[in-house]
């Protein structure tokens, strides 16, 4: 049995003591000291990035223009360079960025890949060998429904996450959700971001989280905790674009929120960063306890495992990150402070990364394809 000790997060707060596990699944959590821990300090749960496109990290130049300009499909620079660039190189950017996140104490994510059915290929031939958990959401190809296409990504993928619903035409993306959830998996849909959208028809797709809501009311935000859709936040990426999103009006309104890096050309994919950044945005707009930002971390993990909390305990997945920071009543608060150089250990899947990364004795997580569970 491999073990950390230090102060270990147990969905409530942090107890001194230590964790151990072994075939990849905690297996003791409890006071003392182990003799030869492999680290000590803050013990979290692996961090889990609710929002990514990893494929933007092939965009490495300086960011010149607005929102649109940049990301929206089809013409945006992103979609540009996607286009030219080779397979080889998109799937070396997202190796490195997967690497990054790995190695910044996340251990699973989420992914909006575009460029349909040969997007996931490139994905999933970056992802190979690395230990993360991925829920990777594919798309058609452009901005409308084709029946075998779609059918071919569904079988590929978690499921599918588009652009924004005015992106398409009613009856494609219509017809589009239908299908996702007619195979049980998941819908993911990009909301409100730069103009308020109709939440009532977006709503309508069944959609297993919304991002951004930036634009939305109170009544949006009412609508979205009456029908149980979490909402993921990416507060860097919307201050790049002059947006801030009201992180304490929408806890306000009984919304769950995720917190997630957005766009790879944007954003480094830190975890760390954004709680850092989302942190000091709640507070331009009133008071949250750092507990709920480092929370809104955790909870992404529930697209893959509905019933996981985070929390540190015997029987949960190996996923944990140390850091070289001060625990008890100041763990929360040393989370909102954290960044990479305090990082002293990760495991993912119970094998600790550098050992991965010096090694090279790679081993591959079992990749499970998530029904979604909530699918109506
Ligand atoms: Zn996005």
Not at 20 to 31: K, M, Q, S
Not at 42 to 66: R, S, Y
Not at 214 to 225: K, P, Q
Not at 297 to 302: D, K, P
Request: proline content about 6%.
């Amino acid at each position: 049995m491999l073990r950390v000790s230090g102060w270990f997060y147990d969905g409530r707060g942090f107890r001194s003591g230590t964790v151990g596990w072994e075939d990849g699944v905690i297996a003791e959590t409890g006071p003392g000291r182990a003799r030869d821990p492999l680290a000590q300090g803050l013990i979290l749960p692996g961090l889990w990035n609710a929002h990514t496109h990893l494929g933007d990290a092939v965009v490495t130049q300086e960011l010149k223009g607005t929102l649109e300009e940049l990301v929206a499909p089809p013409h945006g620079l992103k979609h540009r360079v996607l286009a030219k660039a080779k397979d080889a190189e998109v799937i070396a950017a997202m190796r490195r960025t997967l690497a990054t996140m790995i190695r910044t104490g996340t251990t699973g994510f989420s992914d909006f890949r575009e460029g349909g059915l040969k997007g996931l290929k490139l994905l999933y031939a970056a992802e190979a060998a690395l230990p993360v958990q991925g829920v990777i959401l594919g798309r058609p190809d452009g901005l409308a429904y084709d029946t075998r296409e779609v059918g071919a990504i569904l079988r590929a993928s978690d499921g599918i996450a588009v652009s924004a619903y005015v992106d398409w035409p009613r009856a494609d993306i219509e017809k589009l959700a239908a299908d996702v959830r007619r195979e049980r998996k998941i819908f993911a849909i990009h909301c409100s971001e730069r103009v308020r959208e109709d939440i009532d028809a977006v709503l309508d797709l069944h959609p297993a989280f919304l991002v951004h809501m930036i634009r939305a009311t109170d009544a949006d935000l009412t609508r979205c905790a009456d029908a149980g859709v979490p909402i993921v936040v990416c507060p860097r990426s919307n201050a790049f674009f002059g947006l801030t999103p009201n992180i304490p009006r929408m806890l306000r309104a009984g919304v769950e929120l995720r917190l997630g890096t957005d766009n790879a050309m944007i954003n480094v994919p830190s975890m760390l960063r954004e709680i850092d950044f989302a942190y000091r945005i709640a507070r331009l707009k009133g008071q949250v306890p750092a507990q709920e930002i480092f929370e809104m971390a955790l909870r992404g993990r529930q697209l893959s495992d509905p019933d996981a909390t985070g929390a540190i305990r015997v029987g949960a997945p190996a996923d944990l990150m140390v850091l070289d920071l001060p625990g008890g009543a100041s763990g929360f608060a040393s989370i909102m402070r954290a960044s990479a150089s305090d990082v002293r250990l990760v495991v993912t899947g119970g094998v600790p990364w550098p050992q991965l990364a010096e090694g090279g004795a790679t081993k591959r997580r079992p990749r499970r394809h998530t029904a979604h569970p909530s699918s109506r």
